[in-house]
């Protein structure tokens, strides 16, 4: 349930309404926008009748929302969250462009391609410290030393640093050094982590689940805003269908979607999607002019000899090109690099 006050309503009666719903054994959540203050009902309103709020004089309307997700759905919070990275926003006009290795393999090598990306464009460095695997065999990445490396990066070139949290035991040292932590697909639905995550004060990137429908992947992104950390950025990153041929499907339509049913910002990962360098290129044009807030792009310096997804990765001097071409799809749609 959200309860709208009519404009120019006072503090006094935004706190008596939220009294009134407060007694009613609900929390709530305030959003005070251009000339409209939002009251976000939080709990069991199934069965608390709208007419007792609706008698208020400063109400002017009580609309039930029915999509189980309350704190990221777009009728609490109208307006486009704008998540900012260490400096670097993110939604409302304001594009991520995430790029680096998929996996850390040396500081010479993360700090050359740190070095051409920024020179590009890119504004968030990414690599893989500790890598998820299908194979047990394969490489694993080099852990708590791949994480320093890119930190010893990041004091190099500015850039603020992506990478992905896979266990709970590393919260703490991620919370304090990673500015944007990143959780895969396979644990999108761990819902304890995604809890743990609530409890910290850095920015989250959540990617889809292999085979997850918005509502689940939007549900996911509540756990963590329900405990306490409001700043999620999803991540769309292909999902698995019939098709072999890519690793995965994009789905574009994801991008309209999530823009529609949440005020969250939405990136793509074009990389991981095809499992291709070459579609990387017009997927990852194709993700601007539908709307979304940014692309995470894998680039590596010799794709040839890399540890991990050498086939999808660009090398730097094809993401410059890229770049210049998306800067000139971000400005028709007016958004900004």
Known sequence: MIIVLKPRSTHEDLTRVEQMIKRRGLDTHIVEGSGMTIIGCIGDTSQIDSKLFEVDQAVEKVMHVQEPYKL???????EDSVIDISGVKVGDGHLAMIAGPCSVESFEQVLDIARAVKASGANLLRGGAFKPRTSPYSFQGLGLE????????KKETGLPIVTELMSPDHLDIFNEKVDLIQIGARNMQNFDLLKQLGQLNRPI???????????????????????GNENVILCER??????TYTRNTLDLQSIPVIRKLTHLPIIVDPSHAGGKWWLAEPMAKASIAAGADGLMIEVHNNPECALC?????????KYNTLITEIKEIAKVIGKNI
């Not at 292909?238 to 098709?243: D, Y």
């Not at 997804?309 to 001097?317: F, I, Y």
């Open 238 to 243: 292909g999902v698995r269908t019939f098709e």
């Open 309 to 317: 997804d050498g086939a999808q990765s660009l090398k730097p001097e």
């Open 72 to 78: 990221a759905n777009r009728a609490f919070h109208p």
């Open 205 to 227: 990137l959540l990617k889809r689940g292999l085979n997850a429908t918005y509502e689940e992947w939007i549900m996911s992104a509540e756990y963590i805003m329900a405990s």
């Open 146 to 153: 791949g994480l320093e490396i890119l930190c010893s990066v």
